[in-house]
T-cell receptor, first 112, second 112 residues
Framework: NAGVTQTPKFQVLKTGQSMTLQCAQDMNHNSMYWYRQDPGMGLRLIYYSASEGTTDKGEVPNGYNVSRLNKREFSLRLESAAPSQTSVYFC???????????FGNGTRLTVT | RKEVEQDPGPFNVPEGATVAFNCTYSNSASQSFFWYRQDCRKEPKLLMSVYSSGNEDGRFTAQLNRASQYISLLIRDSKLSDSATYLCVVNMGTGSARQLTFGSGTQLTVLP
């Protein structure tokens, strides 16, 4: 039982390159989330999906797009990476609106 | 004012000590509260939920004070393995938009 799985674990991009961060869950939870974590800033919500087929912006959505094609998977896309997007990205899910989050292992992204 | 505020520390305590962290939140309508622990370069992991009546899990005690809008975490008989960053998390908003807002974390180092 893997819970929430993210790929890749590490990635280095050049400015302007694009990439998609993948997230998959085997917990059958409706809600899924993408956060970024920067030193001294805490975790900030990028996008979330309350259910399959729906997505909404979080606190810091600029420069990102997401896709929730099915209940299991929620991907995060950087169309044109910028150095300011260097961060650790966490995918998470939760069972209900009052439940805690379950996190994946994270993707460490560096944009040069 | 930040929505969720924590003393960043660091807290350096000897093994066996008792240490307490506080966290204040700005939204009086917040519904649920959690403490997470995060080890260096790892994903946050749920330590415990915080209930209105207060709750205990082994050496850990969490309390909620709605009138003063803060939650606390008490760790008794500190172990070296308790060294980590502790994140205060508050659930704010309504319905599917209800989001978990994270504090920046309090760093704890337990010294031998």
């Amino acid at each position: 039982n893997a819970g929430v799985t993210q790929t890749p674990k590490f990635q280095v991009l050049k400015t302007g390159q694009s990439m998609t961060l993948q997230c998959a869950q085997d917990m059958n939870h409706n809600s899924m989330y993408w956060y970024r974590q920067d030193p001294g800033m805490g975790l900030r919500l990028i996008y979330y999906s309350a259910s399959e087929g729906t997505t909404d912006k979080g606190e810091v959505p600029n420069g990102y797009n997401v896709s929730r094609l099915n209940k299991r998977e929620f991907s995060l896309r950087l169309e044109s990476a910028a150095p300011s997007q260097t961060s650790v990205y966490f995918c998470a899910n939760r069972e209900t609106y009052n439940s805690p989050l379950h996190f994946g292992n994270g993707t460490r992204l560096t944009v040069t | 004012r930040k929505e969720v505020e924590q003393d960043p520390g660091p807290f350096n305590v000897p093994e066996g000590a008792t240490v307490a962290f506080n966290c204040t939140y700005s939204n009086s309508a917040s519904q649920s509260f959690f403490w997470y622990r995060q080890d260096c370069r790892k994903e946050p992991k749920l330590l415990m939920s915080v209930y209105s009546s207060g709750n205990e899990d082994g050496r850990f005690t969490a309390q909620l004070n709605r009138a003063s809008q803060y939650i606390s975490l008490l760790i008794r008989d500190s172990k070296l393995s308790d060294s980590a960053t502790y994140l205060c998390v508050v659930n704010m908003g309504t319905g599917s938009a209800r989001q978990l807002t994270f504090g920046s974390g309090t760093q704890l180092t337990v010294l031998p």
